[in-house]
């Protein structure tokens, strides 16, 4: 499932172990308004965030099931200019737990398809990256073979935050191509659909290069396509991602 944001519809086999981390750093701000005797004007607090590193482990449990363990230590940096304020938080993310179910397989028009489902436990992380409630997400993961070359993967899914009863919808798209030997590469569109506030689309792209049939490299950069700062429309804070940069590991090995 790495590097992309699309979760493939795949499932690990039966009996083996795959293990997928990398490192990712990501520049996002945020803007709140800010009312003075001067009149308005909004402040920005700009984010970095290092993810070092960020770790997914699954099972195959049988061939329609696999089990899947989340977890990424963070390192986060935000500053003020304005205000000459900065600040630096880090530890682990709460854990993850979660599986993903085939449900079909590629028959023509009929897509490949699995649905995946988790859950992130609260008090399993750093006090700085912890949620009040369990944080519960469903996803459902679709793929088609469009030649020898190219294939297509999207997924829908809806997500919570942990902090609250409003869910957040979510969509992406991607494009993979074989190029030469075994490497490959995506291009991707994906982002959130809060409903209730402004939606936020991104695009990334990447590489992958597959060293053997158990071991992938990968790397990939992604923008975010939206500043929804622009026009907070009443609202108390506005969030945008401006850039990721992201590599990583795939190794999966037998266990029985």
């Known amino acids: 499932d790495r590097p992309d944001q699309t979760e493939s519809a795949s499932i690990v086999p039966t009996g083996w172990l795959q293990i997928e981390a990398g490192v ?3 520049s996002s ?8 005797s001067s009149g308005y004007s909004t402040l920005t607090e700009e984010y970095t965030s290092l993810q070092l590193p960020g ?3 699954r ?4 061939e329609q099931m696999e089990l899947r363990i989340g977890v990424g230590y963070i390192n986060d940096k935000f500053s003020i200019a304005s205000r000459d304020l900065t600040q630096t938080r880090q530890g682990f993310d709460a854990f993850s737990l979660g599986t993903k179910v085939a449900v079909s397989e590629e028959d023509g028009l009929i897509p490949q398809s699995a649905i995946l489902a988790a859950l992130t436990i609260p008090g399993t992380g750093a006090k700085h990256f912890e949620s009040e409630w369990l944080v519960p997400e469903i996803r459902f993961a679709f793929a088609h073979t469009l030649s020898d070359r190219f294939s297509f993967g999207y997924n829908i899914a809806a997500m919570w935050d942990g902090e609250s009863a409003r869910h957040i919808g979510y969509y992406s798209f991607v494009i993979g191509a074989g190029l030469v030997y075994d490497v490959s ?4 569109v994906y ?5 209730d506030t ?6 990334d792209a990447g590489l992958t290069w597959l060293i053997t049939n158990d071991l992938q490299l990968d790397a990939s950069y992604g923008i975010g396509l939206t500043d929804p700062a622009n026009d907070m429309k009443g609202m108390p804070f506005a969030y945008a991602m401006e850039s990721f940069v992201s590599a990583g590991v795939s190794w999966r090995v037998p266990l029985w």
Do not use: Q
């Not at 982002?191 to 409903?195: A, K, S, T, V, Y």
């Not at 402004?198 to 695009?203: D, G, N, Q």
């Open 24 to 26: 990712l750093r990501e």
């Open 29 to 36: 701000e945020e803007k709140y308004p800010h009312y003075s």
């Open 55 to 57: 770790v997914l482990v």
């Open 59 to 62: 099972l195959g449990l049988n």
């Open 185 to 188: 590469c995506f291009a991707e």
């Open 191 to 195: 982002g959130e659909l809060p409903g």
């Open 198 to 203: 402004y939606p936020l689309h991104r695009f």
